[in-house]
Structures are given as structure tokens and as C-alpha cells.
């Protein structure tokens, strides 16, 4: 059979769609759309909870190192953009169409992209129905026929042993039952879900580099705890899938196998070592390739000194390792979304084919997804900015998503972004929450280390990750912890916490990091600032004499001022900064007891100026003061 040859119903002519209880009695609505909004974030639930297990099937060079999260993402950003809509008010064919709209444009990774492709066939299908009507299921069937075929048709490369045979299967079997049993749309699903599993179980047989690694395909699993999660409504009060080994689990155990039947190391170490190693049910072992490597190593410690046992074992766990360094023609994943109204689908392939592989594209209205592996992401970016207007851009660097898969240390992806600020000061750490930052790390006297920066940016359990520190020493340590991270991280390289609170201020979480990036970049100087510290030496800058004990005032990174009284470099400096700001902020260390003093002395003489004061608490200096 043809793995792509769609099932005969999806020959049959448009015709009107209706969801029944398909009895010869009057129809009666199956599923509203309060209902539907309610299932659809039931499986959303159990996805969500399933990811981290779908993430670590992940094979390369199949496509992309976080399928969980990619699937689960789209679905999310599609049910939250539903919030608004009055969904008692609304039919389904308008809600699919909103749903699978939405889905397209939060559509992640190649699994997230496929995902809302067949979502939006099915959309399609369905918006030609008579809304004077319920839906039957025998025009779901056709609906889920269609989905499956633009999923496939859309597809560069449609494959055996992922996604998309779950699809045909799940639009094969639905058109089966529904002829067969004409019952409710979720009962039939319910006697799908044992067809779906046993073709999951198929898939290292279809593909052969899943059989190679011994694991089903993400993707297909993926696909079916979504539909268990439609079908059975999170009837599970436990995980329906009992995750054992990650796949850095998987080959340390192989490694260790490895290590004890070629005698390296272990000395009194191996009575532990064969404990362990023996005391593994091998029914908990889902890679096919370990369960056998196990297998012949209880053989070989019920035959012992069996050369050829040895040999094998050997031999299996060194192909299981290189099965794990596979060759990455194209290192990044680039998502982002192009707006053109002169553009069509075949011309942009066209344009975009040469430049990698994994070329997907999603067309609605003048809106295009667009999904593609490439070497040279932001070379295509620039290009693709002469072809319309540029957003939602994310790339994700594949090399590093598989050096995570098989390390011990993989840090589980909960967001897709978040920002991470380095500060000094514990005041101007709650003013940074306040702004909305949720990632903070604070320090004292003693600038973080490279290995501090490390696990903050592995805490933010984010994919991509805005960073600046408050301070240009640390900058060396970070871009080295930045090398070691597992996300993709855009750097503001800022100097001092004033331009981190001018960070929040053009952050954006409507825009995708590269987007931010550059807002925040063009803007991190907006904010006009001066310090203030007490000299603990004397010394001498440009023309300014200061002694020890002085009190002086650094504008743009130069001493502009100095006196003996700190309240006369704070007005002078005012006198000599302000032009037509109204708004000056004081922030002050853990010494600023008298701020309030100055402020209301100042507040008399400039009558035309509103001060305020903060505690930001930090070392260096007395006071930041802002002008706005």
C-alpha cells in the first residue's frame, strides 16, 4: 500500500458537514463549542504534562531536539489566544477557524508546524458546512482525510514512521468505525487510540534511523498523547506513559555495560556494578537497542568468558554511542512568520529553497509561516526582510539541542523565553520584579562566576533568553557561561542597572526575542543618568581635582563635578544636567537615610520638576539619579 494514497472518503465531492448522532431520529448536537474549547484544553493538560518523556525520543537528523515542547507551545498559544472570544456565542466552524489561525501563527518546530497544518485542513474542510446543521462524523471523517492530506502535501519531505502516518491511520480507522458502529465522534476515537499505539510501535521498522537508534518516533507519540487526550479527557489519574531512561541514561548504561565486560577500572567496584546493572527489569527498558545489549550481558554472566558475548556487546554498545553523533548538515532551525500581499506560496519556496532543508510553509490570507533549517539564519532573515514584513523569528541551534539530549545535565524547557538580569542591589532587584522579571540573579559585593551564570540560565527553564548584566566586569563570565548554555540567548551587552531597568521598559512579550533584541538595543542609552560616590583616595580626572572624602558626580562615564557637601554635587549636578525632563528618580544605597530630606529640599527650588526616590540598595555608588 501506498503510505500516502488517502482513503477513498477523501475523493468524495464538498459536501455539507454535520456532527450527529447518525441515527435515522431528529439530530441532536454531539459537541458545542464550550465543549470542544474544554476537550481540546483536556489534551492540551496531557500533553503538557507528557512533554518531557516526547523529548527525549528525539532522533537526529529527524527534525528538532524539543518535540514535546514544540507540539505544546502551538497548542498553547492557539487555546490562549481564545480567551477573548465569547465562545457561547460563537459556532465551531468559527472557533476552528480562529484556533487553527492562531495555532499557524504560534506554531513551533517542524512537529508544532505539521501539527497546526492538519489542524488547519480539518478547518478548512469543516467551514463549508451549514451552520443551520450539527456536523456528522461522517464529515469529520472527510475533514480529518483533508487535514492529513495538506499536512502531507505541505511537507518537503513526508516520511514513513512519524506524524504523518498517525495521521493517515487515525483518518483511515475514523472512516472505518464511523461506517461500521455510528457512534458519538469520542467513542470512536477511544477505539482508534489501540490502532494508533500499535502503529506507533511501527515506526523504528518504517524509519530507519529510529530503528538504528532503537526509540518510536517523537513526533507519532506526540500525535497520540494528544489524541488520548481528546479521546479519553484526562480519564488517567496517573501519567499514561512511564518514563524510564533519557537517552544520556541510555548510553551511560551502555557505557557501563561496555566498561565491565572489556575488565576497565571497576576493581571492587563491579559486585555494584553488575548489581545494578542486572537488577534492571528489562520490561522498563524502552530502547530497543539497550534491552539487547542487557539481554546478552545476562547471558554472558550465566556462561561466563564467552568471547563472542563479549564481542557482541562490544560491538552493540559502540553503534549505540555513534547512532547518538550524527552528522547536522544544517545546524539551525529558523521559524518566523512573513507578511506580503504580493508574494505567493510557490514564488517564496522558490526564493527559499536554497538556502537549507526542512522547507515547510503555511499560507493564510497574506500571512505566511514559515519553517526551515539553514546555516546562515540571520543572513536569511535579512533576505526575507526585502520580501515583506519579518516576525516571530526563532532559531533554534540544533547542535546544541543534541549535545543536551545526550548529556546528563538536560535542562527541561518549561517557556519559550524569558529575560535573565544580573544585578547588584537588593532594592533594585524588587524594582526589576516590578517591571515583570521573573529571572534575576542578585549578588553582593562579589560578581557572579561563570558557573553562577551557568545554572541561572539553565533555572530559567526557557529556550531563548534575553541577558545583561549591571556591571561591564561581568561580561567575560557571562558570554563563557553563554557557550555552555543549552538555549538560545540573545546578550545586551549593558554597563549599569539603569539600562537594565531601561531594558524592561522596551521589553515586549508580544515580540519574539530577535525582535526585542533590537528594540532593546536601539533604546538601552534612552534614559539620561548620573552617580554619585565618595572618594576613598584622592585623584585627579580631565581638569577635576577630587580628595579623599569628596563627594563627586560621573555623567556618560566622565567625573563632571566634586565637592566636600554631597547635597551641593546633587544640585549642581541637576543644574547642569536637567533640560526639559520632569521627572527626576533617586535611587539610593543602604546609607540613603536622609534621601527624603534632599528630595523635599530640592522639590522647593525646582517647583517645575517632580522628584522620587527608591532604595536600590547598591554598593558602589550613593545615588543613580534619572532624568526623564
Known amino acids: 500500500m501506498n503510505l500516502w494514497a488517502l482513503p477513498s472518503t477523501c475523493t468524495e465531492p464538498n459536501v455539507r458537514i454535520m456532527l450527529l448522532n447518525t441515527n435515522k431520529e431528529k439530530a441532536k448536537p454531539v459537541i458545542t463549542t464550550i465543549r470542544l474549547n474544554q476537550i481540546l484544553h483536556n489534551a492540551y493538560d496531557l500533553l503538557s504534562r507528557e512533554k518531557h518523556y516526547i523529548n527525549n525520543l528525539n532522533v537526529f537528523p529527524v527534525p528538532d531536539g524539543d518535540t514535546g515542547l514544540n507540539m505544546t507551545l502551538t497548542l498553547q498559544g492557539a487555546l490562549n489566544s481564545l ?70 502535501r505541505e511537507t518537503n519531505d513526508p516520511r514513513e514512521g512519524t506524524m504523518l502516518t498517525m495521521m493517515k491511520v487515525l483518518a483511515e480507522r475514523f472512516d472505518e468505525y464511523e461506517k461500521k458502529e455510528r457512534k458519538n465522534v469520542l467513542i470512536i476515537a477511544k477505539r482508534i487510540i489501540p490502532d494508533l499505539e500499535e502503529t506507533l510501535k511501527q515506526t523504528p521498522e518504517m524509519l530507519p534511523v529510529l530503528k538504528k537508534a532503537g526509540v518510536v518516533d517523537s513526533g507519532a507519540m506526540g500525535f497520540l498523547v494528544l489524541i488520548k487526550g481528546i479521546a479519553f479527557e484526562l480519564e488517567y489519574s496517573e501519567s499514561i506513559i512511564k518514563p ?17 565486560v572489556s575488565g576497565r577500572k571497576y576493581g571492587k567496584q563491579n559486585h555494584l556494578v553488575k548489581t545494578v546493572l542486572t537488577g534492571i527489569p528489562s520490561k522498563n527498558i524502552s530502547n530497543i537497542n539497550l534491552s539487547n545489549i542487557i539481554n546478552l550481558f545476562n547471558n554472558l554472566l550465566q556462561k561466563k568468558d564467552n568471547g563472542k558475548l563479549i564481542e557482541s556487546i562490544i560491538q552493540k554498545s559502540d553503534e549505540l554511542s555513534e547512532t547518538w553523533n550524527p552528522n547536522i548538515k544544517f545546524r539551525y532551525c529558523t521559524e518566523f512568520i512573513l507578511e506580503s500581499v504580493s508574494l ?25 509561516k514559515i519553517h526551515l533549517h539553514t546555516n546562515k539564519p540571520k543572513a536569511l532573515l535579512k533576505f526575507c526582510e526585502g520580501l515583506g514584513k519579518i516576525s516571530s523569528t526563532k532559531i533554534d541551534d540544533m547542535k546544541k539541542q543534541h549535545r543536551n539530549l545526550i548529556s546528563e545535565d538536560k535542562a527541561y524547557y518549561e517557556k519559550d523565553m524569558a529575560v535573565l538580569l544580573i544585578v547588584n542591589g537588593s532594592g533594585f532587584a524588587d524594582i526589576l520584579r516590578g517591571l515583570g522579571v521573573t529571572d534575576i540573579l542578585f549578588y553582593k559585593k562579589i560578581k557572579p562566576s561563570v558557573s553562577q551564570i551557568q545554572n541561572a540560565l539553565l533555572k530559567t527553564r526557557a529556550k531563548n533568553i534575553l541577558v545583561a548584566a549591571d556591571d561591564s566586569d561581568i561580561l567575560p563570565a557571562l558570554k563563557s557561561a553563554i557557550t555552555l548554555s543549552k538555549s538560545n540567548i540573545e546578550l545586551i551587552e549593558s554597563y549599569n542597572v539603569i539600562q537594565l531597568i531601561n531594558i524592561m521598559y522596551n521589553y515586549s512579550e508580544i515580540q519574539d526575542i530577535l525582535q526585542n533584541a533590537k528594540m532593546i538595543r536601539e533604546n538601552l542609552d534612552n534614559i539620561k543618568f548620573c552617580k554619585i560616590a565618595k572618594a576613598t583616595r584622592d585623584f585627579t580626572e580631565e581638569n577635576i581635582t577630587v580628595k579623599k572624602g569628596d563627594f563627586f558626580s560621573i555623567y556618560q562615564n566622565r567625573i563632571i563635578l566634586s565637592n566636600r557637601q554631597k547635597e551641593t554635587v546633587i544640585e549642581r549636578s541637576i543644574l547642569k544636567l536637567k533640560d526639559t525632563e520632569t521627572l527626576i528618580t533617586f535611587y539610593c544605597d543602604k546609607n540613603g537615610n536622609n534621601t527624603n530630606k534632599i528630595v523635599s529640599k530640592l522639590q522647593s527650588k525646582f517647583d517645575n520638576i517632580t522628584f ?7 554598593n558602589k555608588y550613593d545615588y543613580y539619579i534619572t532624568f526623564e
Open 344 to 368: 505567493n506560496k510557490a514564488e517564496l519556496r522558490s526564493n527559499l529553497s536554497n538556502w537549507g532543508d526542512s522547507l515547510i510553509i503555511i499560507h493564510s490570507n497574506n500571512i505566511f
Open 612 to 618: 522620587e526616590s527608591y532604595y536600590g540598595g547598591q
Open 83 to 152: 480567551k477573548s472570544y465569547p465562545l457561547d456565542s460563537i459556532d465551531i466552524q468559527e472557533y476552528l477557524e480562529h484556533f487553527t489561525e492562531s495555532m499557524t501563527l504560534n506554531s513551533r518546530g517542524c512537529s508544532g508546524v505539521i501539527l497546526a497544518l492538519f489542524c488547519q485542513g480539518i478547518s478548512k474542510s469543516l467551514k463549508s458546512t451549514d451552520k443551520s446543521e450539527p456536523i456528522s462524523n461522517h464529515h469529520i471523517s472527510i475533514a480529518l482525510c483533508n487535514g492529513y492530506e495538506l499536512a502531507v
Open 244 to 260: 524510564i531512561f533519557t537517552i544520556a541514561n541510555i548510553l551511560l548504561i551502555s557505557k557501563y555495560v561496555r566498561s565491565f
